[in-house]
């Protein structure tokens, strides 16, 4: 799996100097990222393409290649594929369409090509695809990747490896990141799934530098690898899945050939499995931030705090509607507020009023994350003073300290928010719908790692009895 990420040497088969050739585009990229490992391409005039040498065919190229990646015309890929296999490449992505999803041609030059695969033992990630994006490495084969437009994604890495079966998904989540505290660390687009599907993937991303995995499906091939597989990963599995209706269901169909899982037990196999069902796309993006910048949340006691009553009163709603539980706070803590300045209520909502004292919010913060019926705080501060911005910093080192979460959310624009948020740093979310989600999530994660984590315990005992019993048996 590493080779589809970190080659070595890598052939780009189909780029040429013909205006809008997409392969070239990859090329272009890798050029731009100033991609270290040996780069051909391959073109039936055999031309360089932006300063890389190019060859007529992969048997050409003079040195072992780690890695190719085949865009052009469907009719022409198995002939390809099986060049690869005679070359000795035993890693292809295969970005062309044309295959399963284009009817019964398009599914006799796919089952042509898989021949060649169990001939020569060749691993494909495709097709119909876009291919991976590694940002530890400025390695990326995503065809039409303007480089001006998405170039800092590489310069700037992170710990969200995303799973994808749309290579305009892909794009949307690079877009949404570049304006938040989370980066890309790997991305993949799996396509028609002919061979590698998602849960190769997840089970890779669980071996790397990935703290969150992130899933784009329209279909599954394999319902129980997926399930015995993520239940294994203890880090957070986040999906979002078409198909919740029947048109939704017959799109994707026409989109990556998929059979589209019925939803119903596709729900059913995330919470058996451990995976977080997202509800809108935006939650893709958005919500990854609660989990590399907070703890956990371990219970559903929630605690407000704001700078103004009316989103003290909406939040409460949206925590209830959300399953979770305004925090009782106890009469002792409802003193220890009280005693930190005038405010307009010590109850939960906590309404601070115009405080303008930084000490005041770090008081409150504190007193709030200290207190035993408090599982975690939903902070909703107006940022009308710097010392707002400074108190929420230190708020995100203490709710390390206390280990508890905050989710942060500022009643401001959205272009203030986001503003703020790049500038500092701080993991603001963009609603408060958006910021009692997140806390959901990690709570759902919470309750999933201890069920994972019960789960190994038993198949540990279960294994040890087996070794002890077969040693007996001896």
Known sequence: MEKFFNPQSIAVIGASNSPLNLAATILALLRYNNFPGDVFAVNRKGESVHGFPGYTSVLEIPCHVDLAVILLSAAHVPEIVRQCGEKGIR?????SAGFSEAGEEGLRLQKEMEMHLKTYGIRI????????LNTQNRFCCFYGFVPEKYGDSFFTPGTISYIIQSGGIGVLVLDSLAFDVCKVNKMVSIGNKSDLDEADFIEYFNQDN?????????????????????????????AFKVGRTEEGIHAAMSHTAGMATNDIIFESACKQAGIIRLKHISELYSLPKIFTTMPLLRGKRIAVITNSGAFGGIAADILIEHGMKLAKLAPFTQQRIQKTGQLF??????????????????????????????????AIPNVWQDVVIEAILELVNMCKHYN?????????????????????????????EEAVRALVVSNQQYHYLIKKEKLQEEFNLYHDNEIISCERER
């Open 210 to 238: 990935t703290e969150v995995i992130g899933m784009y499906l329209e279909s599954v091939r394999d319902g129980n690898k997926l399930m015995r597989i993520a239940r294994s990963v203890k880090k957070p599995i986040l």
């Open 125 to 132: 990630l495709g097709p119909n695809c876009l291919g991976t």
């Open 345 to 378: 209520n010590v109850k939960n909502p906590v309404d601070l009023g115009p405080a303008m004292s930084k000490q005041m919010f770090l008081d409150i913060f504190e007193i709030l994350l200290s207190a035993e019926e408090v599982d975690g705080l939903l």
């Open 404 to 432: 508890k979460p905050a989710a942060l959310y500022v009643p401001n624009s959205i272009q203030k928010i986001i503003s703020i948020r790049t500038k500092y740093n701080i993991p603001i979310f963009e609603s408060p």
């Open 91 to 95: 890693h292809i992505i295969i970005e």
